[in-house]
């Protein structure tokens, strides 16, 4: 029945999520997907070219849908709404990429072999990131840049980051509930919030 493996990866797809999340907020989500659409390929010509296209298509999607809410709504309304449709989206493609499904095993020791797995995989290939500490009860490490920062701020809209941050805390929170808690170490611990580095520790309590 299932056809994926640990090597063939689930591919979602997202339109039809991003679709589904949007009927339940807005009035005509067929024509709304039409303008994002057109929308997303004029912030697609003003981002860096030798960007992967998944990459790019997250970014420009985030963008665009921030854009487009922001002309019916104040950018607080926006930027919630943003979070609603982005995290779904986002959780299902990283949720595949760390093989929730292919690898029901869900162990600490899992959960640190496919973060190291998603990091050459994922949106964080282009990121750098240290490895603070490695153990059976604690894994802790700082990503030293984000690529999303410059093509927010270049579209005047870096609070975008935050949706980002939203998404980790979904997916190291849902990996292993109650056993592994997530946390940045503190308030102010990412560089949306004006840190030098993101901030991740998980800590193993199973």
């Known amino acids: 029945m299932i056809k994926t493996s640990i090597e063939n990866c689930a591919e ?28 997303m390929s004029k912030i697609r ?10 990459i790019t298509n997250i970014v420009s999607a985030a ?3 921030y854009s487009l809410f922001r002309k019916k709504m104040d950018n607080e309304k926006a930027l919630a ?59 802790e490490f700082k990503v030293k840049n984000c690529i999303f920062k410059g093509a927010f701020t270049k579209f005047a809209c870096p609070e975008l980051l935050c949706v980002f941050c939203n998404i980790d805390n979904a997916l ?16 102010g611990n990412t560089i949306g919030e004006g840190a030098e580095s993101c901030h991740f520790i998980c800590e193993n309590k199973d």
């Open 63 to 65: 963008i665009s849908l």
């Open 81 to 139: 709404l943003v979070k609603t449709v982005m995290v779904p989206v986002a959780l299902a493609k990283q949720m595949a990429l760390f093989r929730f499904v292919e690898e029901p095993s869900h162990t600490f020791e899992n959960l640190i072999t496919y973060q190291q797995r998603f990091k050459k995989e994922g949106p964080m290939r282009l990121n750098r990131m240290e490895i603070i500490e490695q153990s059976d009860k604690k894994y």
């Open 172 to 187: 190291y929170n849902l990996y292993m509930p109650d056993k592994v808690i997530f946390h940045r170490g503190g308030v």
């Open 12 to 39: 979602p797809d997202t339109t039809l999520i991003l679709r589904g999340v949007l009927k339940g907020y807005i009035r005509h989500p067929t024509i709304f997907m039409i303008k994002l659409k057109i929308t």
């Open 45 to 54: 010509k003003e981002l860096p070219k030798k960007w992967p296209e998944d």
